[in-house]
């Protein structure tokens, strides 16, 4: 049998099988033991089931692979926004979607509540984000207009649900996915908390097929690439270098001679501002790392807390998950939680 990993929790796997059916399933130690990691998202082939549990026999291998949050075979990632109700802000916006287009992932922008504006409005947003290089869904869940294409570039493919508060995406979930109300109340206690924590992913099934990942992400998004990436979250700004090239390889488009990139578009003040809070969040996490090699948190017999420099220093030692997850805790989005 095979099915797709809809749910992970604690040691269970909640498989969504290609006959429609949910098996709670584990993973034999065989595939621990060979490092083989189970993601949200994986497809996967399932052992025979008993008492309606299966085992995960094997992963099959995967199209995508997103670290943060952890999910695999994501397609695309449906970026919503409202044009009113609060007011469409093309900084924000913006911000939401260089994050978005960081992931590499292929990008859908939809914009919510159409019924909210004029016909005028609609057209100056078209040209602008045009100009922008983007071609966005106008909908609105109020009076279903848009819906049916939009639900058309979300159909058989596992699609990331991202935006800020109030565009309307729990509405819009609720209208994709009939199975949402009864999953959201049927988990309790310490999963329903686990639901808030930022590394959690889970798929829901669409009508028509596919699947909508629910998780926390991009709320407040920081921008934890390296600075020089930046430019190619621009749209716009990435099809100047696919013409031509800049005088010096590592250009940041900000000061050098010679750059393809700087000039009148009407972004280029948003990277130029997205650029420098992208180096001063490189450096803070540089500095973390350097702290966290040369620093060692020792606990007092009272229970306190200090620290003492290592003996030895582990320069290239990786992001500790604590310190990644605080950085999580800055980009907590959850799609379809009431009270975010
Ligand atoms: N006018 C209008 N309001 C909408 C539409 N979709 C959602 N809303 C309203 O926007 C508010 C926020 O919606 P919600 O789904 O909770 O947004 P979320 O925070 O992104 O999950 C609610 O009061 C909705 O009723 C729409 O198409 N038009
Ligand atoms: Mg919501
Ligand atoms: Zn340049």
């Known amino acids: 049998m095979i099915g797709t990993v809809i ?4 040691n269970f796997y909640q498989v969504r099988l290609d006959s429609q059916v949910t098996l709670l399933c584990t993973r034999p130690t065989r595939l621990k033991k060979i490092g083989q990691s189970v993601l949200v998202g994986d497809r996967v082939i399932i052992k025979s089931s008993e008492f309606e549990r299966g085992a995960i026999a094997k992963v099959l291998p995967r199209i995508t692979e997103l670290e943060r949050p952890p999910i695999a075979n994501a397609e695309q990632i449906l970026l919503v926004f409202a044009l009113e109700e609060p007011t469409l802000d093309p900084v924000q916006l913006s911000r939401f979607l260089v994050k978005a287009e960081s992931t590499n992932l292929r990008l859908i922008l939809g914009l919510n509540k159409v019924d909210l504006i004029t016909i005028d409005e609609k057209e100056q947003w078209s040209i602008k984000l045009k100009n922008w290089g983007y071609n966005p869904y106008f909908f609105s ?8 294409s939009l639900k058309k570039t979300i159909q058989n493919k596992i699609t990331i649900l991202a935006g800020p508060s109030g ?3 729990s509405s819009l979930a609720s209208i994709l996915i009939p199975e949402l109300d009864i999953r959201i109340g049927a988990v309790s206690g310490k999963l329903q908390k686990g639901r808030h924590t930022t590394r959690h992913v889970e798929l829901f099934e669409l009508l028509e097929g596919g699947f909508i990942a629910d998780s926390p992400g991009f709320n407040q998004p920081n921008f934890d690439f390296l600075p020089e990436l930046l430019i190619n979250y621009f749209p716009e700004a990435k099809e100047k270098l696919a013409k031509n090239n800049c005088k010096f390889h590592n250009c ?3 000061d050098e001679p010679d750059c393809v990139v700087k000039g009148e578009w009407e972004r280029y ?3 130029l501002r997205f650029l420098e809070e992208t180096i001063v969040n490189n450096q803070k996490i540089a500095q973390t790392k350097n702290q966290e090699s040369t620093q060692k948190t020792k606990f007092k017999s009272d229970g306190t807390k200090y620290t003492e420099p290592k003996l030895e220093s582990k320069k290239y030692r990786r992001v500790s998950r604590k310190v990644s997850n605080q950085e999580l805790e800055n980009l907590s989005f959850n799609v379809f939680d009431e009270d975010e």
């Open 167 to 169: 565009v309307g995406k």
């Open 141 to 148: 869940v109020n009076t279903q207009e848009g819906i049916e």
């Open 269 to 271: 003040e948003y990277y």
């Open 252 to 254: 940041i488009h900000r």
């Open 7 to 10: 749910a992970v929790q604690a």
